[in-house]
């Protein structure tokens, strides 16, 4: 079906248009969430996180801010969404990144450094990022990593390093040290 037919459909008949937006697309979707959060959510996170960007681009065809390309956005949308979980994972997580204003006692800027840091370790892209979230948020060896990702240990180390050394780089373009 072309986007152009899934905009009629979705104009003239919504639960029609919507029904066959999801069977056309869930699996794309489902395929960016997923590997964006592989190894750090849970299948409930994974699928919360789908909803969420199926409600979006409902809302966002429903107020006609959406009618071109759909699947472009789709794509940026489950991005964008899956990032905003990532941090929301990495805020709440036991094994979650400590920084100084943690100690100050001051968690809105804690949760807002976890965020932007999270981001801009999802911008790395993958492997990148999910070597960085396997190595720092569970505690993973080279070794276990290797086998998420499907590279050697002496590649997931040789990876995690430049990643590291980007993400740095990236963190100070935004004002972030540590």
């Known amino acids: 079906m072309t986007d152009n037919h899934m905009i009629k459909?979705?104009?003239s008949s919504p639960d029609i248009g919507r029904r066959a937006l999801f069977d056309e697309y869930c699996d794309y979707v489902y395929a960016i969430t997923a590997s964006r959060l592989a190894g750090c959510g849970t299948r409930e996170e994974i699928d919360e996180c789908v909803s969420d960007v199926f409600a979006e681009i409902f809302s966002a065809f429903d107020d006609g801010r959406i009618g071109g390309d759909v699947k472009s956005?789709?794509?940026?949308?489950?991005?964008?969404?899956a990032a905003d979980y990532l941090a929301k994972i990495a805020g709440t997580s036991d094994k979650a990144v400590s920084f100084d204003a943690e100690r100050k006692g001051n968690n809105a800027e804690l949760r807002e450094r976890n965020r932007i840091i999270m981001?801009?370790?999802?911008?790395?892209?993958d492997p990148d990022s999910t070597i960085l979230i396997q190595q720092y948020l569970y505690s993973r060896t080279d070794?276990?990593?290797a086998g998420i990702v499907s590279l050697t240990a002496w590649?997931?180390?040789?990876?995690?390093?430049?990643?590291?050394?980007?993400?740095?780089e990236m963190l100070l373009e935004v004002?972030?040290?540590y």
């Open 73 to 81: 956005a789709l794509g940026m949308t489950a991005k964008r969404h």
């Open 9 to 11: 459909l979705l104009r």
């Open 155 to 168: 590649n997931v180390q040789k990876r995690s390093a430049r990643a590291r050394e980007k993400l740095k």
């Open 175 to 177: 004002g972030i040290s």
């Open 119 to 125: 981001e801009k370790i999802d911008e790395l892209g």
């Open 143 to 145: 070794k276990e990593i």
